[in-house]
């Protein structure tokens, strides 16, 4: 399937790993330019390179830049001006204890997992509307579904984007800009091995066993491949997904327990 979108420009934040790298490659691998947005150089320049070496003919941009700072946001719009596509995605906090948080700790939670992604759609969607053609893009976590007790920051934190979302999506798709939400489930990324790292204690099971007892539990009895997951992504931003808005999509395997 033509996707329709080569010689678009996107602009995606987390790019240097896991399913945010794997949107980037997709995306390229369709005709758009990229530029990748993250905060630390080595991998994202072995990221930028990658995608290079398997797309040569489009742009790709790498840039150092945090979400949940200004200057990371306007060195990011610097590089990428006028968006057609873009794609918020930012590091959840390891599990803990409610207990145990501070307001700093909240507020960190919320800035990278909820302010900073509304404050990249203001900034962009107005100009996506103008052009007719925009597609806005979040990784969530299914944790907004399924809530887990020591993720709580992510819970809450998430949940707010979500629920922001909801809301500017059905006033932006009469412009042909759609936002979503993408919900991953377990995936074999660097970040399931930190979250996987955190778990394990003295007198319990090992990473091993926590890795392999995870990866069962799962329907599919498999973690989910990244490559699936920019592959989806890909569709989502593509011309036949113009009346795909507002919507929390759960990629994670059949793991979800509920019919709706």
Same mark, same amino acid.
């Given at each position: ?20 790298? =794997? ?50 946001? *306007? ?6 001006? =006028? ?24 507020? *960190? ?47 809450? *934190? ?75 992504? =890909? ?26």
């Amino acid at each position: 399937m033509d996707l329709g979108i080569a010689g678009r420009r996107a602009l995606l934040f987390g790019a240097s790993r896991g399913m945010g790298r =794997a949107c980037a490659m997709q995306l390229a691998r369709e005709g758009v330019d990229v530029t990748l947005v993250a905060r630390t150089e080595g991998p994202l320049a072995e990221a930028a390179a990658a995608i290079r070496a398997a797309c040569p003919e489009v742009q790709v941009t790498a840039v150092v830049g945090d979400l949940t700072r200004p200057e990371g946001r *306007a060195a990011a719009l610097e590089a990428c001006p =006028a968006p057609d596509i873009l794609l918020n995605n930012a590091d959840g906090p390891l599990p803990g204890d409610f207990r145990d948080w501070s307001r700093d700790d909240w507020m *960190a939670a919320i800035d990278a997992m909820m302010l900073g992604p509304i404050e990249m759609m203001r900034l962009t969607v107005d100009g996506m509307m103008a052009r007719r053609f925009g597609r806005i893009l979040n990784i969530v976590s299914r944790s907004v579904k399924i809530p887990q007790h020591e993720l709580g920051l992510s819970n809450g *934190a998430r949940s707010g984007l979500v629920g922001f979302t909801s809301g500017l999506a059905r006033q932006t798709v009469q412009h042909n800009v759609t936002i979503n939400n993408l919900l991953p489930g377990l995936f074999a990324t660097d970040a399931q091995r930190r979250h996987v790292a955190s778990l394990v204690s003295a007198d319990g099971p090992g990473f091993d066993a926590l890795w392999q007892s995870r990866e069962a539990a799962v329907p599919a009895r498999r973690f989910g491949d990244p490559a699936e997951f920019g592959a989806y992504a =890909a569709f989502l931003c593509s011309v036949h997904a113009g009346y795909i808005t507002a919507q929390n999509l759960l990629i994670d395997g059949g793991s979800y327990p509920a019919t709706y």
